[in-house]
């Protein structure tokens, strides 16, 4: 990296003043021009559902629908009718506005729904049966018309009852944790544990009807005096529904050290509730989900298979879950023996992993466990009850974040208990131990040395989990009695899909959201179009059957992929140090999220949702000193010691975020506002600098590309939702393009000293080039593209396209532009998206034509790569199925992402 120049303060204050010229100007817009907002691209939109079957039994579904600037005021208001033109009750809230002060992003939920839904403007139906939030007394009481929840307000009970009409279904919901102080490396056969509760230590209502009700609960794991684990989770429930939705969200504070068998180990981590049991033994019910749609239908108390036949009917119905006739009218030789036939009151179903679960019943405490069934892959889904009512239960990628368990206990008494376990207490501790000892890497030049064989940059004390995180979904139906078969198996379906309504991709296209005009719907139009969509079509594909190929799956790993692959070993590279996960490197985030916009693929969409939540959360820090950061690539995903915004990097939360409205994801990126602080704790360019360089609060160095990009993400992102800092937001977005667009080189600089008060960049006395081969593709085409669409800056646009016409230029071209060539490049195929992007607003059809140069004839993948699997089989591989050694994943999103965008922006203008 060449050194810093020194910069003119004469400079950054006209920097400042211009910065300042900018914020005011689009301030006033903000407040004079959303009255008067135009109604055009006001069209009705259809809504429709990814998965076939509409909401089934999902308590209620929320959709993000963009629209095009000045479409709509920010008080408007929408209407919902089905296909037959019936009015559906809808709440909705704006998600995003843009700068003149109109709506970009609105949600909209409803509760009902089972085919396509058009929203239009108009007043919204109001629901028969409205959700109501009363939060006066000692308890948060949310109805829906049909359900109460009564949800505590402190203490350790979360969800002090559920009752149905007069009827308590579940009462004394609350979290449970077991730690394990000590893991045993050898067999010493001292394991021990200890048992946390929940404690809540604030409950807000965030949302109260009429259609939909949001309540968030924060708090700590608590025992004696000791308090750990935070949780945050959010209750959803809509309007009319007997159900509710709740997700759950831990941060990992605990102390594990390499080396050391004693610390804070995760033995079981669960969501517990207490269900009266008002029904005889014989009209109580448990039923556990298996694979797709089957159940495991029992009673507590079986009167079928018995010597004595209680007759066929009664059989029958037993087995349907109704209520039993009078036993006085089976056959008495049956009723005379009731008392000696067992009941069973414990059931558990362990999925301990991707490809095994199995279901055993004891009768009570103290007594054997039978094996009563078992098989793949579970749906994560339960009931127990009985005639009177009961509590249907689930735990959503139930089997791809194993271990998973669901237990019910004391059935047979007064009140049973059911946990859901998203850490099963029957599997090994939760060992998030740094994966080796450092071998002997304790300076700089070693780490690089390290670097330079494994690709791991090692540190000690850096492959920490402290402050990463992990949140699950769980769904809960209050019944009034034991459901029916197709009842069950629907409830059972929604555990396993969650219903999403989508806006379709032409609406999307036509809202111009997410970098405008850098994607259009597939188009197999021409031969070499239809072959391009072939081969995007193909690596999705493969990637989605590695998943299933290599078990990429776990509570910690579902949603992640591999980097690198291992020809000679026939694996990807998950051993061996930055080749392993691929922690969003070279954004596949958004290569698949693209992929989503443009195709309204289900598919696609539920592959990039696994990956959001995973990226958002495990990869990323969101306590201690690196809050803010992620971690690179690694064996484990928070094993690297580059700890980095590019990984943070809130652009790959945002499409999921507007696509469904999910406040976790929002709370994710409203944590990233403040991220530029974390530049004082840690540089990440401490390994190879060579010039002097000390952080300093009014002087931090900060790149263009990975860095500004990971920080103005953020500051967008609160900006456009208004977001409680907006407009300190705002204003460092209109500052930093200032101040990029100010050096003597632009984006070419490299890198700038930026004010973490002011939060402007100092310019620099004179030029420099500093260009990298990553600056671009952490999401920057992409955010550049939007920012010049929301900002009127002539300066921010002619800096950002100089770099995209030179990056792809020849050294000579480079040199007679600015003194220098840029050095030894690579990713051209990747960068050749720049290119196009360029090309389209300067009209350059030069640069048209090496953009379409660099994606077919440069490095990555060609026209002459194989494009096909090839099949594995035992002795090469430990599973049957297909490798394709020439794929890795950086080469994937750099194709993927060019691929997407070039269509778009030149599909009209390809070669012969």
Not at 689 to 712: E, N, Q
Not at 829 to 842: I, K, M, N
Request: glycine share 10%; net charge negative.
């Amino acid at each position: 990296m060449s050194p810093i120049p020194r910069r003119s303060l004469l400079k950054a204050a006209a920097v400042a003043g211009a910065a300042a010229q900018f914020s005011w100007a689009l301030g006033a817009r903000d407040a004079e021009a959303a009255p008067a907002a135009a109604a055009g691209g006001a069209d009705p939109v259809t809504l429709d559902w990814l998965e076939d079957g509409g909401l089934g039994a999902a308590p209620g579904a929320t959709v993000g629908v963009p629209w095009p600037m000045g479409a709509h005021p920010a008080d408007r208001s929408f209407a919902v009718t089905d296909a037959d033109g019936r009015h559906v009750p809808v709440q909705t809230w704006p998600l995003a506005y843009w700068p003149d002060g109109s709506l970009k992003w609105t949600a909209h939920a409803v509760g009902t729904g089972t085919g396509e839904l058009t929203l239009t403007t108009g007043t919204p139906a109001e629901p028969a049966k409205k959700v109501t939030v009363d939060s006066g007394g000692g308890t948060v009481d949310v109805s829906t018309g049909v359900i109460t929840a009564k949800i505590g307000k402190n203490g350790s009970t979360l969800i002090k009852s559920v009752t149905r009409g007069s009827t308590e279904i579940a009462h004394n919901g609350r979290l449970v944790l077991l730690r394990q102080p000590e893991i045993e490396d050898e067999d010493q056969g001292t394991v021990r544990t200890e048992r946390f509760d929940g404690a809540v230590l604030s409950v807000t209502v965030e949302q109260d009807g009429p259609v939909r009700a949001v309540v968030r609960v924060d708090g700590k794991h608590r025992k004696g005096d000791r308090e750990w684990l935070p949780f945050s989770l959010r209750l959803y429930f809509y309007a009319g529904s007997d159900s509710f939705r709740m997700v759950h969200t831990i941060t990992y504070d605990g102390k594990q050290e390499p080396g050391k068998a004693s610390g804070d180990f995760i033995r079981g981590l669960g969501v517990r509730f207490t269900v009266p049991m008002r029904d005889a033994a014989y009209d109580r019910h448990i039923r556990l989900g298996g694979e797709g749609s089957g159940l495991l239908r029992e009673a507590v108390q079986g009167i079928t298979g018995l010597r004595r036949d209680p007759g066929a009917a009664v059989q029958a119905a037993q087995y349907e879950g109704k209520k039993l006739p009078d036993p006085a009218t089976w056959d008495q030789r049956v009723t005379t023996r009731l008392r000696y036939i067992p009941h069973w009151g414990d059931y558990t179903l362990a999925q301990l992993s991707a490809d095994g679960f199995t279901v055993r019943k004891r009768t009570k405490k103290g007594h054997g466990w039978i094996t009563a069934g078992g098989g793949r892959r579970a749906s994560g889904f339960g009931y127990v009850g009985g005639a009177s009512g009961g509590l249907s239960f689930g735990l959503r990628d139930f089997w791809e974040k194993f271990p998973a368990q669901l237990d019910i206990r004391d059935a047979h008494t007064d009140e049973a208990t059911v946990t859901l376990w998203l850490w099963s207490p029957e599997a090994q501790p939760m060992d998030l131990r740094f994966y080796h000892d450092g071998m002997g890497q304790d300076t700089y030049a070693e780490q690089l040395e390290g670097l330079n064989i494994t690709y791991e940059d090692y540190e000690p004390g850096f492959g920490t989990p402290y402050g990463i995180a992990r949140t699950s979904e769980l769904l809960f139906w209050a019944n009034d009695s034991t459901p029916t078969a197709d009842t069950l198996a629907r409830q059972a379906r929604a555990v396993r899909v969650l219903p999403q309504l989508a806006a379709p991709p032409r609406q999307l296209i036509k809202a111009k959201v997410f970098g405008p005009g850098l994607y259009s719907e597939p188009d197999r139009s021409t031969p070499a179009k239809a072959k391009i969509e072939d081969h995007l079509d193909f690596l999705f594909t493969y990637y989605k059957d590695q998943v299933e190929m290599r078990r990429w799956y776990g509570f910690w790993d579902y949603g992640d992929i591999m980097h690198t692959y291992d020809s000679a070993r026939h694996v990807w590279r998950y051993d061996i140090g930055g080749y392993a996960w691929d922690n969003s490197e070279l954004s596949p985030d958004l290569w698949l999220w693209y992929a989503y916009l443009r195709s309204g693929r289900s598919d696609i969409f539920r592959f990039a949702e696994a990956m959001t939540r995973h990226t958002g959360e495990v990869d990323v820090y969101h306590l201690g000193k690196w809050a803010g950061l992620g971690t690179r690539h690694g064996v484990q995903h928070f094993a690297d010691s580059a700890k980095q915004q590019r990984i943070a990097n809130t652009t790959y939360r945002r499409f999921y975020y507007f696509l469904t409205a999910d406040e976790r994801v929002g709370d994710l990126m409203h944590a990233n506002v403040d991220s530029d602080e974390t530049f004082l704790v840690l540089d990440p360019q401490r390994k190879v600098r060579t010039d002097p360089y000390t952080p300093d609060r009014h002087a931090l160095s900060i790149g263009f590309g990975t860095d500004w990009s990971g920080l103005v993400s953020a500051w967008l992102t609160e900006w456009e939702r208004k977001g409680p800092k907006w407009e300190k937001a705002r204003a460092r977005v209109l500052s930093t393009m200032a101040g990029i667009a100010a050096q003597p080189n632009g984006f070419v600089q490299g890198s700038g000293l930026y004010d973490l008060d002011t939060g402007e960049f100092a310019v620099a006395d004179k030029p420099a080039v500093s260009v990298s081969h990553l600056s671009a593709v952490f999401g920057l085409n992409e955010l550049c593209a939007e920012l010049i669409h929301l900002v009127d800056m002539p300066e921010f646009k002619e800096a950002y396209l100089d770099y995209c016409r030179y990056f792809n230029a020849t050294k000579a071209e480079q040199t007679a532009r600015y003194g220098t060539s840029f050095g030894t490049l690579l990713l051209f195929q990747g960068h050749s998206r720049l290119d196009a992007y360029a090309a389209v607003q300067t009209g350059d059809a030069a640069l048209a034509q090496r953009a379409w140069a660099k994606f077919y004839h440069s490095d990555g993948y060609t026209e002459s790569s194989p494009w096909r699997t090839e099949k594995l089989t035992g002795p090469a591989a430990l599973v049957e199925g297909g490798e394709a050694p020439w794929v890795s994943t950086n080469d994937t999103a750099l194709y993927g992402l060019a691929a997407i965008e070039n269509l778009a922006l030149l599909g009209d203008r390809m070669p012969a």
